[in-house]
């Protein structure tokens, strides 16, 4: 299978980027890693007519430090480069934790963090953790700068708040609070194959070891992450015995996804799964803040 | 004594070749000048074709020419029939139904080609694909098997007047007797999917037309370039002799590859004579899925009738075949279902009620294996059902019913795919099993772990099921083996090589006869200008026909070189012997003379030959068994289940063959490994998925799911050795034996694991999905 | 859409300098446009790793990069692994344990695992089967994969 023809750019700079971006707009679509996209123009499921290449951009791809004990991430950083970085395994074991799970390899060494999170798979490990850990996302056009948060960029079946003459230039993950612990299942067919169901959990636990707050977000249960609020809400100021996880994974198995049919699996198979998930996540994230 | 090299796990000569990039795949040929096709195809399981214009897609820069079924003019025809009816059977219906190069009025399948474009690039042949506007009328589909038999359904074929493509009954014996004397009969409806053959390697047709030299190559990705060539000479109107038709390395073929002339083998050669440019149709994976044949569904009502301590009276099965839109196959793999249907058991009675059923789906061809696992699982099931109700031990059961080894050859009495008497011709079961059983620890297990684990809330099941192969048939294959003047041996042999190492195990019979290193021998398959009899690599044939046809042309070379040596060195044949590429006097070593000298003796350039004499060191033999030879073995696996996820693990799997002799044990040993890994594949993960439109839903590698290096378990391969009475070497077929009893013996582990949930798995492939159903229903 | 581009590419220690269209995958210019035909095209889709290759030192997929995108850049094939009569540690290892049947998946499976025995000198049987979880192999099972890796881990590390 081979693309459609399109025009090609290799901007070297963000500006540039955003020049093409903003003349062509719905016409284009950004190239980070390629991974999901080029599989896309490959099967002629997506013949934009206009791509332009991020890879060149050399000012996108960085791990830093903030000032605050959190981490900056420029979009285009590789997949791989997260994988193996220091700080990321210090600062966010969930991410470090999560990396070795996606695709495959060598899908690593060319895919990007950004890049995950702008093409939006509600099966994509990194949109459940970025919410998880309350990531923000930095967006610039040529028109200026905003920062939006993980939980309210991705609005759709791989559809987010971004406008086609954006890009998204950086994820800040704030510091872990401390006692905070973290968790990420999924279930997968095959070894790294897109998940049937998944869920990325954090937890904090106050002084007295109860439940201080608590963040669920589900992978392959609605058209994009699903965050169960209510079932967090009912640990919030409670001990997290077995009973009160079991409440918790319940309620948001039954009242607070939709996941689909596929042929993979059923509605009701990933709901049961769902609930198996949230309840194993929400115990190894609650031993682990209290672990620390 | 020269060395012997048959049985030897030697390394593969073929190998660095492959190892660094150098060995020619059919899309590696590049030819000046080459075109590149690209075919539309239906995206209708069934309508009415009401215009195609493909204007547009011709006035497109870089596109060479675009045809339609119309304008194919006098060429269009259907495909020949591969494999007729059954002639030695009463009552058959058989309605022979065969593939058209390109859909005219209607198109019956996803997939189904209805145009074809020859383009300077595939880029812009596939552009121009965008450029066609055909306009189809949906019809009703034929998708459902059971649906497809009934009064109203639409109809695949509307001159065939049903979609019924053919019936047939066959009986052993008197089932309905059996029966009534049965203390138990166990009745049960058992569903089995298979899937894709997923090589990695897609199809590709690359052809060449020399105008100056009316000839024609071809290079192929086929199992069967001989009976290609042929077709071709009859479709093309040219002499055999001026087609070479070329199968080089192929990246895997299991099955489908040797289906023969669907659109492309067609269209691609008859291409390059219209335009006279080469041309290359190089299959994308996508396209695969639709455009290559695959097995699929068979649905069984089956019975099992048994003596109260677990003796098989008789089995019994109605059963429907799908075998898609059009049946070039005949009734192979239904046939071969019903040849395995009674295992490796000693069953006097015997009745089988098959139903073909043509559907808008690819059509079915052999994909590894080819109804023989749904055979085993039928009857492997059957006996587990029994086993568990009668309270025998499943062991135990299959003890007391296989085929004694005394009992061969055994003649079941039913036709077998060659239309002969399924005859088993040797087989001794009990070691295999005995063996399987001490090598996966079948009793510790079950006495002491199991209950451990089962304490500690673990679901670890473990499973044995036996099975047999039907091999080695024919009906021949021929070798030709020179001795050359350089000393080194050349050997050609009509079948093709898929990766399963002909190039090491064929020379290493080669080796033993003219006393040589199988290093020096170097074989050509799959080319048609090297040999042109015989019919291809199928059906776990090669290690039998093939190898036995070389066996006896290196013989009756070695029975030349001798004669000759005899009067050269001027000593009687029983004592010269062949070693090191020479031959010696047995005591006296001294005198001696090389292979390559004695080669260039038997073909003088100049001077008299006495008459008959034949030049050269060289012969051509053919080899036809008078029926196949049965392999057999016994699977077994430990596997954890956990019962909320679904999610399954191997801990342990062992595969104890039996194929007789083996030519080179490291070389059967991968076979079973890879055909273990498929039939894993068939019993949680691949499935094609049609939808009630006959649209196929998981059209992609993604969707698709082919076992990676974490699905598939260290392998633990165990070796009996009954050799085969019908050939010199004693081999049987060992290409398919892994992935024919893994379904069965997946089935039977999950219940073992799941005991305590009592449920039943009569289907195959199961999923997680699946599972999750099953244990929903047992909990209501 | 008639716009081509000039791509200077480094291949096995050779550069290239080739004019081609945007669209050309980096897969069909090796094969193609350079007749290296080592590298094999199983899926186009990312799934199968036939088609795998070291770009700048990293294992990619080679379908999904387009030839444009390379240029600059370092890419290491198959046929720069090792030659017939000199085959590298780990093709050696390879043939010895049987771990080649049909081929096809050969080379991608030997350039993914390349960098990982450099990161990795002494991997367990997990480790392996993890590295190689992106390549498909239909036709050995993968177990003669994983002993061959073994063997050119105990060889390489001698």
Redesign the interface.
Known sequence: ????????Y?PTTVEEALAHLAEHGYGAKALAG??SL??M????LAQPSV?V?L?NVSELFYIRSDDNGGLLLGAMTRQ?QVELDPLIAERAPLVHEVM?QI?????R??GTFGGSLAHADPSAELVAVSIALNGRFRLRSQAGERWVPADEFFVGLFTTVLEPDELLMEVALPAMPPRSGGSFLQ?T??????C?AGIAALVTLDGKDQCEQARLVFLSAGDGPVIARQAADMLVGQAPTPEAIRAAAEKAASDEIDPGSD????A??RR??AK??ARRALTQAFDRASNI | MAKKYVGQRMTRTEDPRLLTGQALFVDDVEIHGMLYAAFLRSDYAHARIRSIDVSAARSRPGVVAVYTAEDLGDFWQHGPPLVPAPHSVEGVIFHSRTQVPLAKDKTRYVGEAIAVVFAESRYIAEDALEDIVADLEPLEVAADLEEALEPDAPLVHEDVGSNLASHLIQDKGDYAAAREKADLVIKRRIVIDRGAAGAMENRGVVAHWDEKAQHLTVWDTTQAPIPVRNGLAQILGLSEHQIRVIAPFVGGAFGPKIMMFLAEEFLVPWGAMQLNRPIKWIEDRRENFFATTQERGQIHDAEIALTSDGHILGVSHEFLHDTGAYNPYGLTIPLNTQSHSMGAYDIPNYHSELRVVFTNKMITTPVRGAGRPQGIFLMERLLDLAAKELDIDRIEIRKRNFIPPDAFPYNHRIIDQAFASLVFDSGNYLPALEKAADMIGYEKFVKEEQPRLRAEGRHVGIGIVSFVETTGVGPYEGSRVTVEASGKISVATGVGTQGQGHFTSFAQIVADQLGVSPRDVRLVTGDTSEFHWGTGTFASRGSVVAANAIHAAAKSVRAKILKLASKVLETPEEELELVDGLVRVADIPQQSISLGELAVMANPLRGAVEPGTEPGLESTDYYGPQYGAVASGTHAMIMEVDPETMMVEIKRYVAVEDCGTMLNPLIVEGQVHGGVALGIGNSYYEQLIYDENGQLLNASLADYLIPTAFEVPRIEVGHEETRSPLNELGSKGAGEAGCIPVPALFAQTLEDALADYAIEILETPMSPNKLFELLQAVKK | MDDLFTVTVTVNGTQYERTVEPRLLLSDFLRHELGLTGTHVGCEHGVCGACTILFDGQPVRSCLMFAVQANGHEILTVEGLGTMDNLHPLQEAFRETHAVQCGFCTPGILMSLLPFLEENPNPTEEEIREAISGNLCRCTGYQHIVDAVKLSAEKMGA
């Open positions: 299978m081979k693309p459609a023809p399109f025009k090609y290799a390629g991974q080029i599989p123009l490959n099967f002629r791509l290449d890879n791989r070795p695709a495959y390899p060598q899908i060494t060319r279930i067919r095959r070894h790294h194959d897109f049937i042929i993979h699996a059923s009701e198979y049961h799964l198996v998930l």
